[in-house]
């Protein structure tokens, strides 16, 4: 830890990809520390990203803890500073510092079924969980993914998705039907309660859109899912990351040091602020 909890280590970006295109774009970053010794993190843990010069943002590690070379994450260009890291490519050096948070409790699920459940730029922050679940598949029973974007072009970690298809049951969505898509054609709650998943020895982690969260949780508990086998993560506005500046509370809790992971049965005993 630096004598100076807000100094940022400095970080080369050596990769880039645009997943997304548009007003809405996403692009998958890979930065390298220039020390060559990064912090470690766990799945579902963030770091503060800077841009100098433009402010800083929280953006959720979508690389697995795994993978010791460089972190990755993947960010939606909306506002000042994911849209100066837009604008950036590699070689160009950035601020990062972290981890932030706490984690999926990804070793209490062994032996069990998992269902990861994502929407738009919300497989990011579950994606280090099911590369970890992956890479350690004897751990677990069936994995299966469920991930949706509003049409083709928006489904981010298109190849990497195929990929799991070996490993992993994969079920692709697009809001509205499009010619050349021949997979399910509706929202991401419609998708998971036509395919049914079951609740026997099963654990579900979800991420995405609030409203879209909402229906899966509502789905999920319909389908036979207690409160304790649902999981998701938050993405309260946040600004100092270490439980100092009060911008991302939810009831008493500092999201950013209490979350931002939490069961439902957790979260549905804090008042709605998120
Ligand atoms: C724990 C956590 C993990 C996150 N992970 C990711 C990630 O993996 N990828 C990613 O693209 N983004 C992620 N975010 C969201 C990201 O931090 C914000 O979008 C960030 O504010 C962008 O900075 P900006 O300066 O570009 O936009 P700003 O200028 O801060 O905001 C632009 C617009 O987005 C709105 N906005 C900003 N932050 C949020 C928010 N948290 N929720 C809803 N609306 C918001 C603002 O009100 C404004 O309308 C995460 C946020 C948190 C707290
Ligand atoms: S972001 Fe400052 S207290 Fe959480």
């Given at each position: ?12 970006i050596t990769y ?69 890291f837009h604008d950036?490519?590699?070689?160009d050096v950035v ?180």
């Amino acid at each position: 830890m630096p004598d100076n909890i807000y100094l940022p280590e400095l970080a080369r970006i050596t990769y880039i990809k645009e997943e997304v295109p548009g007003e809405r774009a996403i692009k998958t970053f890979r930065v390298e520390p220039l020390n060559g010794d990064s912090f470690e993190h766990e799945c579902g843990q963030c770091a503060m990203l800077s841009a100098f010069g433009r402010g800083e943002m929280m953006i959720s590690i979508a690389s697995s803890p795994l993978v010791k070379e460089y972190k990755q994450f993947s960010i939606m260009r909306v506002g000042r500073v994911s849209a100066a890291f837009h604008d950036l490519a590699v070689g160009d050096v950035v601020g990062i510092r972290g981890p932030y948070g706490n984690s999926f409790p990804v070793d209490d699920w062994r032996g069990r079924n998992l269902y990861f459940i994502g929407g738009g730029c919300g497989l990011a922050p579950i994606w280090p969980v099911i590369t970890t679940a992956v890479a350690q598949r004897d751990n677990f029973k069936n994995i299966t993914v469920f991930y949706g974007g509003r049409s083709p072009r928006d489904i981010m970690y298109k190849a990497e998705l195929e990929k799991l298809r070996g490993v992993a049951d994969v079920h692709l969505s697009v809001d509205k039907a499009e010619d050349g898509w021949d997979a399910y054609c509706g929202f991401v709650p419609a998708n998971v309660m036509d395919k049914e998943p079951s609740s026997d020895n099963a654990i579900a982690i979800t991420c995405g859109p609030p409203i879209m969260i909402k229906y899966v949780i509502q789905n999920l508990s319909q389908l036979g899912f207690a409160d304790e086998q649902i999981y998701t993560t938050l993405e309260n506005k946040m600004k100092c990351g270490l439980g100092k500046c009060g911008r991302c509370n939810v009831g008493k809790d500092y999201v950013c040091v209490k979350g931002p992971v939490y069961s439902w049965a957790e979260l549905k005993n804090l008042p709605e602020e998120y």
